[in-house]
């Protein structure tokens, strides 16, 4: 039980560390704006205008939403003179993070299922 109590602590830091991805991610409209993105196939990045015109969303909305998924680590931005273009980002860290997160959900809970009474499907 000491194994598992140790596991639960190592998944609230893991949650903690990653609260601001599962935040990002979290919110539809976030959501459909990586999937906006990866249909319009810009490698090189696509202006907020761009991503306005393909979504339902005012521009200061989608400024919003980028910024956020920005500070999580999930886009990036390149700059060419005045103007800004957002892509998403390819470093593995965040997205390890939340596979490592997931890994240790399914570790602790096959873990408390191992020491729970055998149950019916019915329950």
């Not at 596979?99 to 329950?123: C, F, H, W």
């Amino acid at each position: 039980m000491r194994e598992l109590e140790a596991d639960i602590q190592a998944l609230a830091q893991e949650f903690s560390g990653c609260r601001h991805i599962l935040q990002a991610l979290g919110d539809e409209t976030r959501q459909h704006l990586i999937l906006s993105m990866m249909q319009m196939g810009q490698c090189e990045g696509c202006r907020v205008g761009a991503i306005t015109e393909k979504t339902s969303l005012s521009r200061p909305a989608v400024s919003h939403h980028l910024q956020i998924l920005k500070q999580a680590g999930l886009l990036k931005v390149r700059r060419e003179g005045t103007k800004n273009y957002y892509y998403l980002s390819v470093d593995e860290t965040q997205w390890r993070e939340m596979a490592g997160l997931i890994d240790l959900i399914y570790e602790s809970i096959k873990q408390i299922m191992a020491v729970l009474p055998e149950r019916t499907n019915d329950e």
